[in-house]
């Protein structure tokens, strides 16, 4: 896959309220989807990541749906909490199965208490 | 088990400089993935080793290039830097080469090119 768009740029939400960050692809041989998450100057790490067998993951707060048809996979964080804002990341990987995994351009989340 | 670990840490060079980049992926891990991160572009994929043969390859310049040592650990160089160069440089492994295989992150190196 060699284009992942990813949107919005920025969230601001109430601490307790839902975020939702949503990215769409372009190769429908793409087969896997991560979620990381990096907090300032830290690195990414992943947070949960869906296979493309699966419509749905959740663990915990955090929820990830993916619709194959359409080409678009979302993020769900539900009663957010302060130290959920950072950066987050979708990517999407399929190289003739080999790693090569195309990131979104982000969205910084702010989670204001 | 010990994280990714990259060195150095930190890093400033100035311009027609080249640079060398080392990362220790996680123990028994075999493959190794390099991204540039920069506030523009975001994360961009430079390539990818496994079994020191790379596997896969991103849109950058030839400038770029690296390798994979018998023991997983990995380098990249930059050869004549350019202000553009100026990034984060993650690299990430993963215990094979398969594009469903989760990754795992080091620290980074900041390169700075002035």
């Known amino acids: 896959g060699e284009n992942v768009e990813q949107h919005p740029s920025t969230l601001s939400v109430q601490e307790g309220d839902s975020a939702v960050i949503k990215c769409t692809y372009s190769d429908s041989a793409s087969n896997y989807f991560p979620w990381y998450k990096q907090e300032l100057g830290k690195r990414p790490q992943l947070i949960i990541d869906i296979r493309s067998n699966v419509g749905e993951k959740k663990d915990q707060r955090i929820a990830v749906t993916l619709n194959k048809t359409a080409k678009h996979f979302s993020l769900h964080i539900t009663e957010t909490q302060p130290e959920d804002s950072a950066v987050y990341f979708c990517a999407e990987t399929n190289s003739g199965g080999y790693q090569k995994v195309t990131f979104g351009t982000g969205t910084k989340l702010q989670v204001i208490p | 088990k010990a994280g990714v670990t990259q060195t150095p840490r930190y890093l400033i060079k100035t311009r027609g400089q080249q640079v060398t980049l080392s990362c220790s992926p996680i123990s028994g891990h075999r493959s190794v993935s390099w991204y540039q991160q920069t506030p523009g572009q975001g994360l961009q994929f430079l390539f990818e080793y496994f079994s020191e043969t790379q596997r896969n390859k991103g849109n950058f310049p030839g400038r770029f290039s690296g390798r994979q040592f018998s023991n997983s650990r990995s380098e990249m160089n930059v050869s004549t830097l350019e202000l553009g160069d100026s990034a984060l440089y993650l690299c990430?492994?993963?215990?094979?080469?398969?594009?469903?295989?989760?990754?795992?992150f080091g620290p980074g190196t900041r390169l700075l090119v002035l």
């Open positions: 990430a492994s993963s215990l094979e080469d398969r594009a469903t295989e989760t990754q795992y």
